[in-house]
């Protein structure tokens, strides 16, 4: 077998070393030897101290040095890697992606020309790093029907968010991400909620048979929370995380990325700093939870290799593409959420008053500071923050009942 890797930064170097490092183990699972043949990087000078015969910076000498069996994609952006990325599937060679934001933009397109061409089109490891995720619904729920999917998607977010919970401004709290490596230099993506967005498309193409347009899921970011929120919220035994969530009915999608409030006895208010979680709902099974590491270079490394593997594994047993039971005949629905929370801080009460009284107020909160209220979602946009309230055991709804 003849492997291609594009790109040697930090994933694609840990595909190539978990390749070289679990040869024989690989070898034994999926029934042949292979040959990691060349790797095509922008700068060959950079990698003088590695097996140097193996590297080129010319996509022509990449593409045209052989035959490749499947070749990695381990590069950032979409233009170029959609480019290469099509070019190998219309000769039928198998093609496995950790590009989270490709996949989203153009994976449909990308999956047809693989079917058309008998090649594989594989991206397990775009989303949530270690968890096996995707696995789950190519290999295990294959005909549960799963009503909805919620989880914590973005491990930047969700550090940025937990340093905040401990007392960190969100300025502090971004820098020293950075400073770890958690946060790109420019953070918008996984602060403004793409990153979050991107991996939803992905979830809903995978449970659900249906490939998402990214601008057609509800998007709010972190950037507009301070001190004064994630206080207010510790003073209800709340916590914020931005959360990822699907819902689907017979027909559609409701989707949405933003911050929400969950309360402590949520089984994602545990999922703190770097990980990611996912949880799905059904009828058929309750609630499953799926938490690990979102990113990092093995992590990722490793589940690009599980992929292929996995693949080389089954793939003379079960079909490549597969319409799943929970198919939609329709795309994403407008969102709505059961309960909203908004925050009005002192001396601001005259601003949110109009939109109180159209709504149905469940509760109403003193906090320092000012005042939190939780009320039923309003048809249209308000000028101020709202956060869904996500709760497992309806305590809000018990309580207006037992105080009425």
């Given at each position: 077998m003849k492997i291609g890797l594009i790109g040697y930064g930090t994933v694609g170097s840990g595909v190539y070393e978990r390749l070289i490092g679990s040869r024989e183990q690989i070898e034994s699972i999926i029934g042949e030897k292979f040959e990691i043949v060349r790797i095509l990087v922008k700068n060959v000078e950079k990698y003088k101290d590695v097996n140097s015969s193996l590297f080129t910076s010319s996509w022509d000498t990449f593409f045209n040095t052989d035959k490749y069996d499947i070749v990695f994609e381990a590069i950032n952006g979409t233009e170029l890697t959609r480019t290469y990325t099509k070019a190998l599937l219309k000769q039928g060679t198998s093609v496995i992606s950790a590009n989270k934001k490709l996949v989203a933009l153009h994976g449909e397109e990308l999956e047809q020309l693989a079917f058309e061409n008998q090649a594989y089109y594989g991206w397990d490891a775009a989303v949530c790093g270690a968890i096996p995720i995707v696995n789950v619904f190519k290999s295990v729920l294959l005909t549960t029907n799963v009503q909805?999917?919620?989880?914590?998607?973005?491990?930047?977010?969700?550090?940025?968010?937990?340093?905040?919970?401990?007392?960190?401004?969100?300025?502090?709290?971004?820098?020293?991400?950075?400073?770890?490596?958690?946060?790109?230099?420019?953070?918008?993506?996984?602060?403004?909620?793409?990153?979050?967005?991107?991996?939803?498309c992905l979830l809903a193409r995978q449970c659900y048979d249906q490939w998402v347009c990214p601008d057609d899921i509800d998007r709010v970011g972190i950037s507009h929370i301070d001190q004064w929120h994630i206080q207010a919220a510790k003073e209800l035994n709340l916590s914020f995380k931005l959360i990822a969530k699907l819902e689907s009915d017979a027909t559609s999608l409701k989707g949405f990325v933003k911050p929400a409030l969950i309360d402590q006895e949520h089984s994602l208010a545990p999922i703190r700093g770097v990980l990611n979680a996912v949880t799905l709902e059904?009828?058929?099974?309750?609630?499953?939870?799926?938490?690990?590491?979102?990113?990092?270079?093995?992590?990722?490394?490793?589940?690009?290799?599980?992929?292929?593997?996995?693949?080389?594994q089954q793939k003379h047993v079960i079909p490549r593409f597969t319409n799943r039971l929970t198919k939609l005949e329709e795309g994403i629905a407008d969102n709505v959420t059961t309960q909203e929370v908004w925050f009005c801080k002192e001396n601001h009460e005259s601003k949110i008053q109009p939109y109180l009284d159209k709504t149905t107020v469940w509760r109403e909160h003193e906090v320092k500071g000012g005042k939190v209220f939780v009320v039923t979602p309003l048809p249209f946009a308000t000028p101020f923050h709202t956060f869904p309230l996500l709760t497992e055991m309806e305590q809000l709804k018990e309580t207006v009942q037992n105080e009425s």
């Open positions: 909805s999917i919620a989880g914590i998607l973005n491990g930047t977010s969700n550090y940025i968010l937990t340093k905040m919970s401990e007392g960190s401004t969100y300025e502090a709290a971004l820098e020293e991400a950075q400073k770890l490596g958690y946060a790109e230099e420019d953070p918008t993506s996984d602060v403004e909620g793409w990153d979050a967005v991107y991996k939803l059904g009828k058929d099974m309750e609630r499953l939870i799926f938490a690990g590491p979102g990113a990092g270079k093995e992590t990722t490394a490793n589940s690009v290799v599980e992929d292929f593997v996995f693949h080389e």
